[in-house]
């Protein structure tokens, strides 16, 4: 048998607060027993388990790797919106005028991801 993608981890200053923020992205909970000051949090989004781990080091550069996210209820710029709202930061906008094109954005710990357009955009453009 191959090996499967158990969690994506994040490294991070605080992992329940990090882990708080992505579970309100996601509409998802915290794993039961994650609790404020806890040096891992686990939050299981449909499709994904993200593991947030608290290490010393801040980020000093650029991802290696990032979320891509696809609004499945809502259009890209509502989605944007609300990320905003919940405390993320835009930190560059590459949507287009005809619809194509991303947000990337940024967690509160620095963390970029980026929104894509929605399903409903998508299929509209097909």
Request: glycine fraction near 8%; charge should be negative.
């Amino acid at each position: 048998m191959t090996s499967l993608v158990r969690h994506v981890p994040v490294d991070c200053a605080d992992a329940y607060e990090l882990g708080s923020f992505r579970a309100k992205v996601f509409d998802a909970l915290l794993g039961d027993d994650d609790e404020p000051g806890d040096e891992e949090a686990l939050v299981h989004a449909p499709g994904v388990a993200l593991l947030f781990v608290t290490v010393p080091d801040p980020k000093t550069v650029k991802n290696r790797v990032h979320l891509d996210l696809q609004p499945q209820d809502r259009t890209r710029d509502e989605e944007v919106e609300r990320l905003l709202a919940l405390g993320a930061t835009l930190v560059a906008d590459r949507r287009k005028p005809d619809g194509t094109g991303w947000a990337v954005m940024a967690a509160p710990e620095g963390n970029e991801f980026c929104v894509e357009r929605g399903i409903a955009e998508r299929v509209a453009r097909s």
